[in-house]
């Protein structure tokens, strides 16, 4: 933290305000459950992708 010069004890208060339990307390409302990060691009992209690229990596000639 010394290299970054930032001392989060004076940001947030003190020592006790630092602790996993405060730190929790401070968001309760907020939401951190895991969602999907899907754009909507078809499911099928990433495996002809590979597909594309197990060809380039054989050169001419094919696979």
Known sequence: MR???YDP???LGSRANCTVGALRKQVEDHD???KSQSRGGR???SAQLARDL???AAGPGGE
């Open 9 to 11: 004890f004076s940001v």
């Open 3 to 5: 290299y970054f010069q």
């Open 54 to 56: 197990v060809k380039m």
């Open 43 to 45: 499911s099928g992209d």
């Open 32 to 34: 951190v459950s895991i």
